[in-house]
């Protein structure tokens, strides 16, 4: 009898050992793991994709209390961009997000060593400029989302053709320095050729290098487009007011550049490839191996014409007629 009764008391503290065990298990895996997010930026326009990014992020289980996030923004000074780099990989961040191309190579001379995941917001040419050996299977620390904005160089001269009619003559405006060039030049030219334009291409490595070529040129040419360039991104208030001035349409590279004046732009918006991005980041904290995460191209295509800049120019808007704009924007910063 004595021994049955020890038995019960043996079973029911193992059950109770077992059952204790259990909800310290599931207390545990309850708890929410937080993530550092490094980010390197050029410049406080390019964060805006971050902030996108991180919004969406919630939708994706990883909310905002659940982030560690250390910014190091170069303010539009790229020779600070490898310390910053430097600085972020000694702060042992889980993921490096980078917004341009400047910052990405800075990333990734720092990050790969320690095998630190890197997600670019909005590169464009990553195998021609040797991030990455193949955009299906990236094959190391780096993916994330291509602006395209090579492949959509002969879109944005056909959306100047159709808002100026008459265009000719359009003079490609771009920083020597800056990357991207040599694949979006033959692009433009293939699609120069379909549209019956003559094309001339002018280097501009600083401020008044850039206002000299519109003045000189404004006379000779029906539009100016604009390449990707940090230089451009911060000056484009002085494009805008030059633009308008010698009355000559200019084709920016970004929607904020039509917010602050420029006439038109055609591609992917800052915040939709920041939204875009957030998808990429939780699927390397969910455990995906970065290295075989494909480079994505952008969801979402816009036009944008601002309505103001259009009228001092003295181009018609037929909001019925022009099906193909996405969004007309007004200086005050209201749309239609």
């Known amino acids: 009898m004595k021994k049955i009764i020890i038995f019960f008391v043996c079973l029911i503290g193992l059950a109770c050992f077992i059952y204790c065990g259990k909800s310290s298990s599931f207390v545990d895996s309850g708890v929410e793991s937080r993530h550092k997010i490094g980010v390197l930026s050029a410049s406080d ?18 909310s905002k209390d659940m982030l560690d996030i250390v910014v190091k923004n170069a ?25 341009g191309v400047f910052e990405t190579s800075s990333a990734q001379k720092f990050a790969e060593s320690k095998n630190i995941p890197i997600i670019f917001i909005g590169v464009s040419c990553t195998v021609e400029l040797g991030f990455i050996n193949d955009k299906i299977t990236p094959g190391c620390n780096i993916t994330g989302v291509d602006s395209d904005y090579v492949r959509l160089t002969g879109k944005r001269l056909e959306f100047l053709k159709r808002i100026v009619p008459d265009t000719k003559r359009v003079l490609i405006l771009y920083n020597p320095d800056a990357i991207p060039f040599g694949p979006s030049s033959k692009l433009f030219h293939e699609a120069a050729d379909k549209l019956d334009i003559q094309l001339d291409m002018i280097s501009a490595k600083n401020r008044d290098e850039m206002v000299e070529a519109i003045i ?5 040419y029906d539009g100016v487009m604009l390449m990707c360039s940090l230089l451009y991104e911060s000056t484009i208030k002085d494009i805008a007011d030059t633009s308008l001035k010698y009355k000559i349409p200019v084709m920016g590279v970004d929607n904020i ?5 420029i006439l038109a732009f055609y591609g992917s918006t800052n915040y939709d490839e920041g939204i875009q991005a957030a998808r990429l980041v939780a699927n390397v904290f969910d455990g995906h191996d970065i290295k075989i995460i494909p480079i994505e191209k952008p969801e979402h295509l816009e036009f944008h014409i601002n309505v103001d800049t259009a009228e001092a ?3 018609d808007i037929d909001y019925s007629g022009m099906t193909f704009v996405d969004k007309f924007v007004r200086n005050s910063d209201d749309s239609r």
Request: net charge negative.
């Open 45 to 62: 326009i390019r964060l805006l994709k971050v902030n996108a990014m991180i919004t969406e992020l919630d939708n994706y289980g990883y």
């Open 75 to 99: 303010e539009g000074d790229k020779s600070r961009l490898d310390e910053l780099a430097r600085e972020l990989v000694n702060e042992d961040v889980d993921i490096i997000v980078t917004t």
């Open 216 to 220: 000189k040129n404004s006379q000779n």
């Open 257 to 261: 550049q039509v917010e602050k004046g």
């Open 313 to 315: 120019l003295g181009i």
